[in-house]
């Protein structure tokens, strides 16, 4: 029954974080914010919303190694499994993509969490650093942006179009009483959702005898990385690599910068002798793997997809053994 519950819980939260960035964003469109900042924020939040719901809810319950496994788990698979398993059905062209700056942003994000973990506890101080380090890395993303648009102002009105148009979500023709139902559905269904998971997640370390981190670490982790797998999929067979490997990239960066960030504002979080000792340290591990395809203009190939599944098929069988 806990298993069964697992499952619904995380197809409540999956569902429930789609409506709300679909709400969000046609309300932030309706009311007048550009694609631009809606992108950079509203989508990127919203996004993360499952990742983010379910780390309060696991620290408000005295369950914070799910918090704390539930982002380095999703990290080390958003590259290992998201990034592998596209690869095994269509070369990613990533030598195309120029994703260097954000790359190294996620790096520094990363040291920078590295760091604050060897502190043993995420608390209210940590959160403050991590959501400074957050908003900077918005800030220089926006006015580069900005500045990108100034320097083609003649084709202003045609990329605000294609944004538009990339935009996640993004329908101008949406009815009020439609951008309402989604926003409901999502700010519902992500509590519950996050609720019903946390809770059987937990039952099932206690039948199972193993640690709440593991169940963090493995069942949770991989299932909130499910969306971040589907638009990775998609993204390889529509051969838009810049797509896939941006996706995962952001999607870690918040993962450590926002997610902790704000649940350490609302809880401590401890931070267990396993994530210092080996975990941590396999996700810093796995994000240097990208090297390769980011500053050295390799392809993600199938051979590249099957090192990195196996990879990460090793790592959930040491964490599920030890």
């Known amino acids: 029954m806990d298993w069964l519950l697992a499952a619904l819980g995380l197809v409540i939260l999956l569902l429930a974080g789609d409506s709300l960035v679909r709400g969000a964003v046609n309300l932030a469109l309706r009311v007048g914010i550009p694609a631009l900042i809606v992108s950079l924020t ?59 700056k954000n790359y190294l942003y996620m790096i520094a994000g990363t040291v920078l969490f590295i760091a604050l973990a060897f502190r043993g506890v995420f608390d209210a101080l940590a959160g403050l650093v991590l959501l400074a380090a957050l908003a900077a890395v918005l800030a220089d993303s926006f006015l580069h942006a900005r500045n990108h648009r100034r320097e083609t102002r003649a084709a202003e ?47 099932i370390a206690r039948d199972f005898g193993v640690t709440e981190t593991v169940i963090g670490l493995t069942l949770v982790a991989l299932g909130t990385s499910l969306p971040e797998l589907a638009t990775t999929v998609m993204a390889a067979l529509r051969r838009q690599a810049d797509v896939a490997l941006g996706n995962v990239i952001g999607s870690n960066m918040f993962n450590l910068l926002a997610i902790i960030g704000i649940t350490s504002l609302l809880g401590p979080i401890p931070v267990d002798s396993q994530f210092l000792q080996f ?36 790592y959930i069988v040491i964490v599920v053994m030890a």
């Open 157 to 203: 009105a045609a990329l605000e179009e294609a944004e538009l148009e990339e935009l996640e979500g993004a329908d101008p023709d949406l009815p009020w009483w439609k951008i309402m139902v989604f926003l409901v559905l999502g700010l519902v269904g992500l509590p519950l959702g996050a609720d019903i998971l946390v809770k059987s997640s937990v039952n």
């Open 42 to 100: 509203i989508v990127a939040f919203g996004t993360s919303a499952p990742e983010l719901l379910i780390a309060i809810k696991a620290v408000f319950d005295n369950a914070p190694d799910i918090a704390m496994g539930n982002v380095v788990g999703s990290n080390t698979a958003n590259i290992l499994m998201v990034l592998g398993f596209p690869a095994l059905l269509a070369c990613m062209h990533t030598s195309e993509c120029d994703t260097r």
């Open 279 to 314: 975990d941590l340290w396999v996700m810093l591990a796995s994000s240097l793997l990208l090297i390769p395809f980011v500053f050295l203009k390799r392809d993600i190939t199938r051979n590249w997809g099957i090192l990195l599944v196996a990879l990460y098929v090793v």
